[in-house]
């Protein structure tokens, strides 16, 4: 059994590891600044003048259908007012067109709470000392195969928590995207039949940025909870 031992203790040392190097690198670099998202999908930003182009043609298109719609109200089209719709249809040509300035601010402030969070004070966090922690409390509870529990418990832990760094990567991703396509997003505004597409977009970008702030708080729960039981495994 003594080479299985040390087979399944060296498994489960790798393990935590290999947590360690994913929470030092990938952790940091989801926020709601851009430039992880443009490092790996540079494209994102080449394309993104043809959104904008494409954005302006949208929002002339739906003010030119809209006003030819006013002909027929007599035999019982529905149609908005010329003017509010020019109205509209020039306020949100200014948006399309300024939307990256628009969705840099947003991201400005919900980048300020995600700092926070990842710059707080906590206990000091080493995953692979969680493996020799386990070993000691179970080695006093347990007989035999100590190391083989250990190492189901490493596992389970270490699927968990890679889980909320893909959900947490999930989130950042899906943000990028939102945001190279905000100016398209911003077109379906300037119509009455087509802003509920623009009201939904509002809610999901803001949704997003929300819930990667809970990843983040999230995550930093889990380290500090691991952190903590490391410093004093006995406690509980």
């Not at 990843?215 to 889990?222: G, I, S, T, V, Y």
Request: charged share 10%; aromatic share 12%.
């Amino acid at each position: 059994m003594g080479i299985l031992d040390g087979i399944v203790a060296w498994i489960a040392e790798q393990v935590m590891h290999g947590l360690d190097l994913i929470n030092t690198s990938v952790l940091g670099a989801l926020g709601c600044d851009m430039a992880v998202f443009l490092r790996y999908f540079p494209a994102a930003e080449t394309m993104y003048n043809i959104f904008v182009a494409l954005a302006i043609g949208l929002i002339l298109l739906l003010w030119v259908w809209n006003l030819f719609k006013n002909y027929g109200l007599g035999v019982g089209a529905e149609a908005e007012d010329p003017v509010k719709l020019t109205i509209r249809a020039i306020l949100f040509i200014g948006l399309a067109y300024y939307a990256d300035s628009i969705v840099d601010t947003v991201l400005t402030i919900g980048g300020t709470p995600y700092d926070w969070i990842l710059t707080s004070t906590l206990p000091s966090l080493d995953f692979a000392s969680f493996n020799s922690v386990l070993l000691t409390i179970i080695g006093v509870c347990a007989n035999g195969a100590v190391t083989l529990i250990v190492l189901i418990l490493v596992l389970v832990l270490a699927w968990n928590y890679l889980k909320l760094l893909f959900e947490a990567a999930e989130r950042y991703v899906l943000l990028g995207v939102l945001v190279y396509t905000a100016p398209v997003a911003f077109a379906m505004g300037a119509s009455q039949a087509t802003s509920s597409i623009f009201k939904s977009w509002c809610r999901m970008f803001g949704g997003q940025v929300f819930l990667l702030l809970m990843n983040a708080w999230c995550l930093r729960l889990f380290t500090s909870m691991v952190g903590a039981f490391i410093a004093n495994p006995l406690s509980l």
